[in-house]
């Protein structure tokens, strides 16, 4: 019975909180990112009007209301290109209405080049601008994101979005063209504009990614420029900036394990067409581990890699962390 209860106090430790819903509102970009997620989605979608390019309001209104029921703190538009949508500063309004604490819009960053549109926004309510921006060299930013002139542009929406008041989360997916100077772009960044949060990303095996695996890099060479990096910022920030790290594995950053996301405690619910999907309940079964990983300090909390990743790279890199170490 004691027994009993223990793996009950347990199995309720372990489950993570919704934090934040985050809906799949539309399927069409003004970019053409090497490593969409959702990139095949999109090209079927795009010169559409189906119900899988841009959601129906009303759907995206029950999302909302469900991001209240679940008590979570926050809402997140992400897509494709969530600012595509005419009516997104009215849904926003709607998610600030529902009381919705943080809400959050994902973008390329490239419309927030126009100020009237980027003070709508937040005359709506949103108060979390997340941008992919994964270079500060400009050739590079706008290889990865499929179109010349996305640096220019979203470089200007981030100075306008500081000038209005809002600092920004900086997502960077590393891969091969970007993650040798990750150093360099998250000291230009944190130099040039007001930055709230830094999330480095590494390349998933899944959209435009499945036929072009060859942009990748390997976990263990992006680790270390990803630990200088969050040194960096922290240096430079006096430790105001928070970093996350996705997609990596805490034995290869050591002593910056708690930048993980994966270890964090509260879970994501995504949403999108036909589907809903907990995050946290998605990496328990699509990651694996190695067999070494059971002598490893973290073996209780870590998920391991995708099972992608591994078919296309291997375990290799996996070195259990002793306690001592850790
Ligand atoms: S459990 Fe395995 S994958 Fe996770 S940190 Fe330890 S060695 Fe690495």
Redesign the pocket.
């Known amino acids: 019975m004691v027994a009993l209860k223990k793996k009950n106090q347990e199995d309720k430790s372990s489950q993570k909180q919704t934090g934040k819903i985050e809906s799949l509102v539309i399927f069409k970009c003004n970019c053409k990112c090497i490593m969409c997620s959702v990139g095949l989605q999109i090209q079927r979608s795009m010169g559409s009007t189906d119900y899988h390019a841009v959601r129906p309001h009303e759907e995206i209104i029950k999302d909302i209301e469900k991001a209240k029921k679940m008590n979570a703190r926050g809402f997140a538009f992400s897509g494709g290109e969530p600012n595509l949508r005419r009516d997104l500063p009215e849904l926003v309004a709607y998610a600030k209405k529902m009381g919705l604490e943080h809400i959050e819009v994902q973008s390329n960053g490239r419309i927030y080049a126009y100020k009237d549109y980027c003070k709508k926004l937040i005359d709506s309510g949103v108060n979390n601008f997340v941008v992919s921006f994964h270079s500060y060299l400009e050739d590079v930013a706008d290889k990865i994101m499929g179109v010349p002139g996305t640096y220019k542009q979203a470089f200007q929406g981030i100075k306008n979005l500081n000038e209005l008041g809002q600092k920004v989360k900086i997502n960077i997916v590393l891969m091969k063209l970007n993650y040798g100077h990750l150093e360099e772009t998250v000291k230009f960044f944190l130099n040039n504009f007001d930055v709230e949060e830094f999330r480095f990303t590494m390349t998933m095996i899944e959209g435009n990614v499945a036929n072009n695996t060859d942009i990748m890099a390997k976990m263990s060479e992006v680790a270390p420029h990803i630990c200088r990096a969050i040194d960096i910022s922290n240096e430079m920030s006096q430790g105001k900036v928070g970093c996350f790290v996705y997609n990596m594995?805490?034995?290869?950053v050591p002593g910056q394990e708690r930048y993980i996301n994966d270890l964090g405690q509260l879970d994501t619910v995504l949403v999108g067409p036909e589907f809903e999907t907990s995050l946290d309940e998605s990496r328990k079964g699509k990651k694996i581990?190695?067999p070494?990983?059971r002598k490893?300090?973290?073996?209780k909390v870590?998920y391991?890699?995708w099972r992608s990743y591994a078919e296309a790279f291997g375990l290799e890199e996996?070195?259990?962390?002793k306690e001592k170490q850790a």
């Open positions: 594995v805490s034995c290869l581990k190695s070494v990983c490893c300090k973290y073996d870590c391991g890699v996996l070195k259990p962390v």
